[in-house]
């Protein structure tokens, strides 16, 4: 046991984990982090985020060159792909990431803590190492921040090889001939996204009947049309019922959601990505009473302390949305709180983003939410196709639009779906935070000629002002 107990130890050092103890030891306490993998930065660095932008933005070069250059006068020849060397760009993102966090750990004086943790009680956590050896920590506070794992599907076995999560789609070592992407969320369209551009025919398969459930509709047609366009086929309203793994191909089972025929699917690989799952398995979680929900999530209560005094969670493990961005911010609020001051998080201006190009981002209502709750509202839209800038780029795919209450002007939320969409909602996410009306953006001058002009004109169009259609 410990000689000196800790005032916080965090479980997981992701991103909601590693930002909470930064915050914590900034605040005086003397903080532990545990994560049972060597590099720091959980899911995110090592296997997620970070690694999939830096593939997302080498296979978008290589289709830009391909593609896109000519149309700006600039012949190229022949282009090709070393993706052995992406790979090692990847790689080189994800270390210095991590080396990052172990820097700043040290520069906050955080002790990290190398091992599988499980919290014996509200002032005890034990660890035991990769060598099978353990020690317990003692510590005033505990806060679980051990993130999620990718949701399996029943029928099909996971090897990472042939049928891979997004850990073994970031891993290939050649470019699959055909490609079978399960589930049409914003994972599974990255990543067929990168391996589409390199030469892999991609066919999505989702039980829903629209794909990117959650986005606005309107949104959601208009990028499912860009990505048929860019060679991706999709199968909606279907299910995948079984797969039989072959030496060098794939034989997925497919029906129709609603029922009907059966029919066999042939791939090199299939990327599974239906989803996440609270990563909480062996914590002991209900011996010392953390109460869990029906799908393993924490529950917390307004300040994110558990169902135990003194045990407090953050992140993909507690209900909400499954991002990294609202796992640092919760991190930050409860380290906060827990070192005895004020926090909060605003969960109504959480921006998502699919990092595919063009990019989509979203922040606050969809149409579909403002009508099911009754809500009066007016729409501005503005297509990238008007804007000077992005036709300067060649790039003039999507539009902007802005969600305003029709009484008060205020901004419900706001949908974008073009070049630089991710960067552009934050324009948005901060106007909201404060309150800002649609008029609010509409009279803020914009640069010119800049792909945020596009956003003043959704702005001025929901007052039916546009300017430049």
């Known amino acids: 046991m410990t000689e000196t107990p800790f005032d916080l130890v965090v479980i997981g050092a992701g991103p909601g984990g590693y930002v909470a103890s930064i915050r914590a030891a900034q605040l005086g306490l003397k903080v532990a982090c545990i ?6 930065g959980g899911t995110c660095l090592n296997i997620g985020c970070i690694p999939s932008k830096a593939l997302l933005q080498s296979s978008e070069h290589y289709s830009h060159a391909r593609h896109g250059l000519a149309a700006h006068g600039v012949n190229v020849g022949k282009v090709s792909y070393d993706l052995k060397a992406m790979m090692g760009h990847k790689d080189k993102v994800v270390e210095d990431n991590t080396k990052g966090i172990e820097f700043l750990f040290k520069k906050n004086k955080v002790t990290s803590v190398h091992g599988t943790a499980r919290i014996k009680s509200a002032t005890e956590v034990e660890v035991t190492a990769e060598n099978g050896d353990t020690q317990t920590l003692k510590t005033g506070s505990i806060l679980i921040a051990t993130g999620s794992d990718s949701a ?3 029928g099909l076995e996971i090897d990472e090889k042939q049928i891979v999560t997004s850990t073994g789609a970031l891993t290939l070592e050649t470019v699959p001939k055909h490609l079978v992407v399960v589930g049409a969320g914003y994972i599974g369209l990255e990543m067929g996204s ?6 892999a025919k991609v066919t999505v398969i989702e039980y829903l009947d629209r794909i990117t459930p959650g986005m606005d509709g309107e ?3 208009a990028f499912q049309k860009i990505l048929e366009k860019q060679g991706m086929t999709f199968r909606l309203g279907t299910k995948v019922t079984g797969a039989e793994t072959l030496k060098t191909k794939v034989k997925l089972s497919v029906e129709p959601a609603a029922g009907g ?20 398995d062996q914590l002991g979680l209900e011996e010392v009473g953390v109460t869990t929900n029906d799908r393993g999530f924490v529950e917390i209560d307004a300040h994110f302390q558990t169902s135990v005094e003194g045990i407090y969670a953050i992140g993909d493990c507690v209900p909400g949305p499954m991002l990294a961005h609202k796992a640092e911010d919760e991190g930050v609020a409860a380290a906060e709180i ?15 983003i ?17 009508k099911e709750d009754g809500i009066a509202y007016k729409v ?90």
């Open 194 to 199: 990168v391996w589409a551009r390199l030469g």
């Open 152 to 154: 399996p599907l029943a």
């Open 354 to 370: 699919v990092y595919t190009w063009p990019e989509v981002a979203s922040v606050g209502k969809t149409e579909e939410q403002l």
């Open 35 to 40: 994560d049972k993998r060597k590099s720091l």
């Open 338 to 352: 827990i070192a005895g001051e004020s926090g909060h998080v605003n969960y109504d201006v959480i921006p998502g």
């Open 261 to 280: 025929d059966a029919e066999t699917i042939e791939c090199d690989t299939v990327l599974v990505s239906i989803g996440r799952r609270p990563y909480t």
């Open 380 to 469: 501005g839209k503005f297509p990238f196709s008007a804007n000077g800038r992005a036709r300067a780029a060649n790039d003039t795919d999507g539009f902007v639009k802005l969600l305003a209450d029709a009484k008060t002007d205020r901004i419900l939320g706001a949908h974008i779906l073009g070049p630089d969409a991710g960067t552009l909602i934050h324009e948005i996410v901060v106007g909201m935070e404060f309150g800002a009306s649609a008029e609010d953006i509409a009279r803020t001058c914009h640069g010119h000629p800049t792909l945020s002009e596009a956003v003043k004109e959704a702005a001025l169009a929901s007052a039916g002002r546009t300017i430049h259609i």
């Open 219 to 221: 949104v959601a047609k």
